[in-house]
């Protein structure tokens, strides 16, 4: 563990029962390791290095490992968005037609598992709005279910591991059916990917350069990139996969390049590591600010923060499993505390916290009424194939499942 910046305003008693718990995670085998941040008042109050980052050459898990973030992408995109929303660059109510068209006459399905043939005209076209909501009506493939995730796969593959061009990348997903009409539901997609495209679009060049001159480089966040370079290769973490029945950790490949990809998708591309991340969540905590230099104002940040999900929607589980909503809702690409004591599984908080997690582990929360950042950090990888919500419901091993939650109630039950 770390040097303790300020931890104040945590029983250091309480606080110091979160290493061991950690460790012994990784002692069972069930994860290689953690970096976990706690960020409380202006200080660091916690940071644990647990565990390794290789397993193989016993590499440690250090503050500045990089991690694959995964879904936690989504939140950078979104702010991207925003910037240029402030802008008058583009408006919620906007057709993305205006700078995808090919998106134009687009067909829904009749049954979400139905044949792909069987489809109706969409009523209406895709918003902007309904891309930072995830209710497009785009799918992914693990978030789907009949021939739909099989098509998703085929046309557009790993969209983890990808290096497709973004305007091919686009016209393929154009040729897919929406699973539901636009508005209809929130259904968790590639939605971010297209944003994160249409602001390159509106900006005329790559995504990644906008993001880089935005957000990055002005916030210092000088390791998150949508791929590692050379040089920084012996600090990248290692994605592991537990197999359910022996426990094995065995590696997931990830092609490495010596320059960035094609493919920067917005809604998972993303590696960075936690104090990179931390200087994006201090940003959005402080109502868009940091350093002096404002990225988003005030009034932007909580329309970003506040659930547009409506209540029949909410009603209907996450992933086809999950009752997630019964405690959060959805605002423009972050989740919102807002019924605390329905969290159940799905964390703590108090109302108002908010963030969003990764496919690999990975998750982060702001919570303002507590002036606190939590960030949590794995490489463990559960499948992300065609029909794999049941997976993803019930997660792998026990102790890889149960540590983030524990380690979520230990942070909370520390505060004094």
């Not at 997630?324 to 019924?339: A, H, K, R, T």
Request: aromatic content about 10%; proline content about 7%.
């Amino acid at each position: 563990m770390d040097k303790q910046d300020s931890a104040s305003g945590f029983d250091p008693v309480k606080l110091a029962h979160i290493a061991p718990m950690l460790q012994s995670v990784v002692d069972a085998g069930d994860l290689s390791g953690f970096v976990t941040l706690i960020f409380h008042r202006a200080g660091v109050a916690q940071l644990n290095t647990i565990g390794y980052r290789d397993l193989a050459t016993k590499a440690p898990m250090t503050r500045d490992t990089l991690f694959r973030i995964a879904s936690m992408t989504k939140p950078v995109t979104s702010v991207a968005a925003l910037m240029l929303m402030e802008e008058g660059k583009l408006k919620l109510s906007d057709p993305i037609t205006k700078w995808a068209p090919e998106f134009a006459d687009l067909q829904v399905l009749r049954k979400a598992d139905g044949p792909i043939e069987d489809t109706y005209p969409a009523p209406r076209a895709i918003t902007i709005e309904d891309l930072f909501t995830h209710r497009s009506g785009f799918a992914y493939a693990f978030s789907s279910i009949g021939p739909i995730a099989k098509a998703y796969d085929k046309a557009l593959g790993d969209v983890l591991n990808n290096d497709i061009d973004p305007d091919a990348w686009l016209k393929a997903l154009a040729t897919l059916p929406l699973t539901y009409a636009p508005g209809e539901r929130f259904h968790y997609s590639v939605s971010t990917d297209v944003l994160g495209f249409i602001v390159g679009r509106i900006e005329k060049k790559p995504f990644r350069d906008v993001l880089m001159e935005r957000l990055f480089k002005p916030l210092g966040m000088t390791d998150t990139d949508f791929y590692v370079p050379k040089d920084k290769r012996g600090r990248a973490a290692v994605v592991y996969r537990q197999d359910p029945d022996s426990g094995a950790l065995n590696v997931l490949p990830f092609a490495q390049r010596d320059v960035p990809p094609r493919f920067t998708g917005g809604g998972g591309g993303l590696i960075s590591t936690a104090d990179d991340y931390l200087k994006f969540a201090r940003m959005l905590l402080n109502k868009g600010e940091l350093d002096g230099r404002r990225y988003l104002k005030p009034e932007t940040v909580q329309l970003m923060c506040t659930n547009r999900l409506t209540p029949e929607q909410r009603a209907i589980p996450f992933l086809g499993a999950l009752p997630m909503w019964e405690g959060m809702g959805f605002g423009l690409g972050v989740s919102i505390v807002d019924n605390p004591e329905k969290l159940g599984f799905f964390g703590m908080g108090a109302k108002g916290a908010f963030g969003w997690p990764g496919a690999f582990g990975t998750w982060w929360q702001a919570d303002p009424a507590n002036d606190l950042i939590i960030l949590y950090l794995i490489q463990n990888s559960v499948p992300l194939d065609p029909g794999a919500m049941a997976t993803l419901a019930t997660g792998q091993r026990m102790g890889g499942r149960a540590a983030l939650p524990m380690f979520q109630r230990l942070v909370y039950d520390a505060l004094r």
